[in-house]
């Protein structure tokens, strides 16, 4: 008997399990995984529950990984959406609920295609599903935890596929070979508190920080490299939670937040952001002080055999060639490229995390048939 992906899909939509609640979903995936002789292995840390599970021998030569999520972002305005947030409403061939895009349908995708995989060609090597509840929060004890356990235990993957939606408006159109970086910088400047009328006499940390604000974006940090479009920064908040109109405060904060390529690293990036400081600092006498949190370098997996064993699995299953991207916000790739070689592949993203999130119901078997080919493909 196969593995109802659907079903499977209704299964952990019904789990609530907002970032970072478990709600029952990786329960539930290591009940079906166990009985399909899958070791399973909690991995839970730092309060966030984290699943591995492996068919197949410890260090076997071929071992094929799939990493994925099962924690959910916060439904908003219950009220806003017309379907239950956890129901698993199937509409008009559309199954509606939190995380049906992002990403619990991929989850099920690949974990019953994993099961009638092994069950029905069993093959020589391993393959194994690393499946965090930390994909959506702070992303410290989710698959970083996964992999820190895998590498103290002798385990390993030697490809990997995460299975977050990465197709913009038609199945099968795109696959991730790699990611941006990210990262925030958050700037205070301390100057001199002052009478608005007698500016000559105060030291504005607000001019300073529009200053540095307009010589971070006075040019491009780049023009784009082979597989990555340009470099982006975006300040996100100037402030100094001053009220008064004819006082100039002592203290103000602003915030910037980089998407860099290839061409950057998080630590090149930093020092030309203090390089700037520096300068706006000597200039006008206000101290800015600074503090950069990198949530991911950028990453890129080289096009080659493993990236074109999934393209032609997903063109052979949907008739659309996927094109090669870098594009999107961060995943946990940032994380598995450290470990193994890893690529992206799922269904189409537009709902995810907006009110009435919902997958088309012929796009979760699709997304099995494409995987069941991966693995099919990969241990051929």
Known sequence: ????????TADLIRCNSV?????GALVRLESLLSEAGFACTRVDRGGICNLY???GARGANKSFGFNGHTDVVPVGDVAAWTQDPFGAAIVDGWM???GATDMKSG???????AVDFVRDTPPDGAVVLAITGDEEDVAEDGTVALLDWMAANGERMTHCL???PTCPNVMGEMMKIGRRGSMTCYFTAEGVQGHSAYPHRAKNPMSALVKLMARLEQAPLDAGTAHFDASTLAITTIDCGNLATNVIPAKGRATVNIRFN???SG???????RDHAAAVQAETGVLIEMRVKISGESFLTPPGAFSDLVARAVQAETGVVPSYSTSGGTSDARFVKDHCPVVEFGLVGKTMHQVDERVEVAQIHALKAIYTRVLRDYFA
Do not use: C, K, N
């Open 107 to 113: 989850v099920a995708a690949f974990a019953a295609a």
């Open 19 to 23: 970032t970072p609640a478990e709600g």
């Open 53 to 55: 599970a492996r068919w």
């Open 267 to 273: 630590a090149s990036l930093t020092q030309w952001l």
């Open 262 to 264: 290839d061409a950057h």
């Open 162 to 164: 995460v299975g977050e």
């Open 1 to 8: 008997m196969t593995i109802d992906p659907v079903a499977l």
């Open 96 to 98: 509606y609920g939190r």
